[in-house]
């Protein structure tokens, strides 16, 4: 059996489900693959293995398929040059601090198609049945005659895009010229639906033509088993307390997602989460845990991080004045809302609402977004991503909407008031500090140029017309999307540089797909295209297949 090596903390083994010692089984099970974890990555590398003809076991900890997000996306390799693809390699790896696989981002650019075809079909939202080369994406509608699974869920807006000429955020800017690279980047849901319940379809569809799946919920994976160096199989614990051996002849894929919600290993790997509320539950680094016990090695220490929100309001990414929980401003806003996280680090705590266990007295992550009506007048221009009317805003202010459709409704936290005075305490910050930061901020505004931040004059508007805005912004932790080291056929890699025998790490377990310390943003749904990639490469891979 593997054993938990020295070095790993006694928090580090105790918040995760692996168990040390020898365990005798009560029941051994034989199979092709064992796959751990039934989420974006686990389920797509469960349900290709059943499909290549497999014995596959799914062993989950949960009671069911979890998964989190609406968008994953795929590059679309038809509508795309060789060149293009080649830089958006180039272009994902500077983005990533130049610290990423690129033979991992290959892999992800030239198989993610695949692989998204397959979810959307085996989930019930394409009426396609077999996969194509990319000609059957619509180029009108970005989508693939996306339906409708009869229980509401769907595919519902596409933010697909296509990397040619001069890309540009705030930040950064790369020159694809003539060359494209086109991504397809369908959302699935509306919420509070998401892409967990379109796995749950896959699941149920491919488990209905292909009795090789079966699944075993509530059974956390606590021990792998070696044999001369190879992994064999996996130990798991059943919700009766049963151990049962699952024997692996071809693989183990673990696909358990990432150690979030681990704080020796947070502290450990990416302490600049520590502070910062979690997204997620559950996310306890069991795959790690059970990698690096079979000799597998953790990438370097600063490992990516993905903190955005977007359940606070609407109109999340434009730079309107930024006051922290003390109301004092502290940044130039145009800086851009997905790195804020960075910037929140230094920001006092503060104890508002959706706090986690280990932060119950307060935390990092808050902030307040603050304008006046006059926003529906300023010129086009002069929004990043586009004016919403007041109308459409109000279902973000607590109470003024009774049943509130497409938000979680414990996260409504926009607030419209006659005066700062009463806006301030909505939001719960001191009314004197917050007034003086809008008489320098308005101040500035006049003289057209903000020497305290450097924020663009365009997107300096006085805040003075009522009734006044302002949204409490509150960053949480979507992911951390780091691990074990793996190739790009996600076998798990040894302290040696080799493969380690039979063992795959797939999804946000494995990497460096990013290697940065913090997630790119330049295309929507990345990570989750990257999960159900890495998913279907492993088990594609592991049964032999191309």
């Known amino acids: 059996m593997s054993r938990i090596p020295e070095g790993l903390t006694p928090e580090e083994i105790a918040a995760s489900c692996c168990e040390t010692g020898d365990i005798s089984p009560a029941k051994v099970m034989d199979y092709d693959i064992v796959v751990v974890g039934a989420g974006a990555a686990g389920v797509p590398a469960a349900g290709w293995a059943a499909e290549l003809g497999a014995r596959v076991a799914l062993l989950q900890k949960a009671s069911g398929v979890v998964s989190q997000g609406n968008c994953g996306s795929a590059i679309i390799k038809s509508r795309s040059t060789e060149a293009g693809i080649a830089k958006w390699i180039h272009h994902t790896n500077g983005l990533c601090d130049w610290r990423a696989d690129t033979k991992q981002l290959r892999a992800y650019a030239e198989h993610s198609e695949e692989a998204m075809m397959w979810f959307l079909n085996r989930a019930g939202l394409t009426s396609e049945t077999e996969y194509g080369d990319g000609s059957k994406v619509d180029s009108n509608t970005d989508s693939a005659k996306l339906l409708n699974d009869g229980q509401g869920l769907c595919a519902f807006i596409s933010t697909s895009g296509d990397f040619t000429g001069l890309w540009k955020d705030r ?9 494209h690279c ?16 379109a796995l749950k379809n896959v699941l149920n569809n491919v488990q209905a033509k292909h009795s090789g799946l079966e699944t075993f919920f509530s059974t956390p994976a606590v021990q792998l088993v070696m044999d ?98 003390e109301g004092e401003r502290f940044t130039n806003e145009y800086t851009g809302f997905v790195y804020m996280g960075n910037i929140l680090r230094s920001q006092p705590s503060f104890k508002g609402t959706m706090l986690d266990p280990e932060h119950a007295e307060g935390s990092k992550g808050w902030y307040c977004a603050v304008y006046d009506s006059e926003y529906v007048n300023w010129p086009k221009d002069e929004f990043v991503s586009g004016m919403v009317p007041p109308a459409v805003m109000e279902k973000f202010i607590p109470g003024a909407v009774e049943d509130p459709k497409g938000v979680f409704k414990n996260l409504i936290d926009l607030h419209r008031c006659d005066t700062l005075e009463e806006l301030a305490e909505q939001l719960g910050i001191p009314y004197e500090k917050m007034k003086a930061s809008v008489d320098r901020y308005n101040e500035l505004c006049d003289k057209g140029c903000d020497t305290d931040f450097g924020k663009p004059a365009k997107y ?16 949480r932790v979507s992911a951390e999307v780091s691990g074990v080291v793996v190739n790009e056929h996600c076998q798990a890699i040894g302290a040696d540089g080799t493969p380690i025998e039979g063992l795959y790490c797939a999804g946000n377990l494995g990497g460096p797909f990013y290697g940065g310390g913090d997630y790119p943003f330049h295309q929507t749904g990345l990570s989750l295209g990257r999960c159900y990639t890495s998913g279907m490469m492993a088990a594609k891979h592991a049964m032999g297949a191309k």
């Open 171 to 179: 930040e950064n800017s790369y020159d694809y010229g003539d060359d």
């Open 182 to 197: 086109y991504f397809w980047a369908p959302w699935v849901g509306p919420k509070p639906k998401n892409v967990g319940n």
């Open 460 to 475: 300096m508007h006085k805040i003075a017309k009522p009734p006044f805005w302002g949204a409490r912004k509150h960053i």
């Open 228 to 325: 001369g160096g190879r992994v064999t199989g996996v130990i798991g614990r059943s919700k009766d307390g049963e151990y049962i051996q699952f024997n692996a002849s071809k693989a183990v894929i673990l696909a358990t997602g990432d150690y979030t919600n681990n704080p020796a290993m947070v502290a450990r790997w990416c302490p600049d989460i520590a502070d910062f509320d979690k997204k997620q539950f559950g996310k306890t680094g069991d795959g790690h845990i059970l990698a690096i016990s079979a000799g597998a090695k953790m990438e370097n220490v600063g490992h990516t991080k993905m903190m955005h929100d977007f359940d606070s309001a609407l109109m999340f990414e434009e730079p309107f004045l930024f006051l922290n929980m």
